[in-house]
């Protein structure tokens, strides 16, 4: 791997491998200012709220347009965003796909029509859709590598509780896929240790306590709850405590995004674990923008590094916390 390189607010570390050629990219003209499409897939948690007021401040700081849309949790409605953005001949989009696989059609789209593609935070898949060919490139969190840094901190420090429920994000979103797949990996190896049930929360808190409670009534014998984001593992500490159970003691509570409650709760003792995934773009998409339209290259992916909190941390951590 190449070392980090500090980029504004989030330090990237530039995926290894060769640079794509990004010749079959739509060009971009330097400009002074641009009209800029951002295409969100929600905006009900504090995550999503704090990309879209980093993304605006970012465009305001530097006197670009952005035309903004919320999708409102519908993968269709984010389809005709996009396809809104396209019909205003934006200059360029940001999009952070809500599903991998039926943004990709919109995504050609935008190429066709001469417009560039950005994707933030979430990925589209890669048998549909290319870096260099279809969108410029992901910047992101390796949403892998976040599932596995929960497995590898639960079997080191689980003090016999090996019983697990899982609680999915967004069915068909690649931080659901991949935060699955880096976790259960890596309790595929540690035979001590039982996935006893997964559902999906949809990142939701309301979800993601419903989905608690119906897992917990089927498995009283679970001792580790591992939630996709913060939302779904504080409606899971919901779920617990109306069950009579104590977070973070009778239950293991481990989490992915570090928002400030969730950092809080892990202060408080009722979430064990937290590995951040940072939601502030702006600086590092228009950067890329910017970079894009001067002929710099760039990789498939650039990948965010992000922290995580433990009892240890989170208090000095806190502060940080977005």
């Known amino acids: 791997m190449k070392r980090p390189v500090q980029f504004g607010m989030i330090a990237l570390a530039l ?5 794509l050629a990004q010749s ?12 800029v499409g951002f295409a969100q897939t929600e905006s009900n948690n504090p995550w999503r709220l704090a990309q879209t007021k980093s993304m605006q401040d970012e465009a305001k700081r530097l006197g670009y347009q952005l035309v903004y849309t919320d999708a409102a949790g519908s993968t269709a409605k984010q389809v005709a965003d996009v396809r809104s953005m396209i019909a205003q001949k934006v200059d360029a989009i940001f999009l952070s796909p809500r599903e991998d696989k039926p943004l990709a059609p919109v995504v050609a789209e935008a190429r066709k029509a001469g417009i560039p593609v950005i994707l933030l935070d979430r990925n589209i898949d890669p048998a549909l859709s290319k870096a260099g060919a279809d969108y410029v490139t992901f910047i992101g969190s390796d949403f892998i590598k976040e599932g596995q840094r929960v497995g590898d901190w639960l079997v080191k420090n689980a003090k016999g509780k090996t019983n697990i429920i899982e609680l999915e994000g967004t ?3 690649s931080p659901a896929n991949d935060r699955k797949t880096g976790f259960d990996g890596v309790i595929a190896k540690n035979s001590s240790f039982k996935i006893l049930a997964s559902q999906s929360g949809d990142f939701s808190r309301d979800k993601g306590r419903q989905a608690a409670e119906t897992l917990l009534q089927a498995h009283p014998e679970a001792n580790v709850i591992y ?6 593992a504080i409606g899971a500490i919901s779920a617990l405590e109306a069950a009579g159970k104590k977070p973070g003691v009778d239950v293991l509570v481990l ?3 570090g928002g400030k409650e969730a950092v809080k709760l892990v202060v408080d003792g009722k979430i064990n674990y937290v590995v951040e995934c940072n939601p502030r773009f702006g600086p590092e998409a228009f950067k890329t923008l910017k970079g894009y339209a001067a002929g710099t290259k760039y990789p498939a992916k650039v990948i965010n590094t992000d922290r995580d909190y433990t009892a240890q941390s989170a208090k000095t951590g806190l502060a940080g916390a977005y």
């Open 15 to 19: 995926v290894t491998g060769t640079v």
């Open 24 to 35: 079959m990219l739509p060009k971009l003209a330097v400009k002074s200012t641009y009209r």
């Open 171 to 173: 069915t068909g979103s």
């Open 227 to 232: 939630a996709h984001n913060d939302e779904m």
């Open 255 to 257: 989490s992915i995004d």
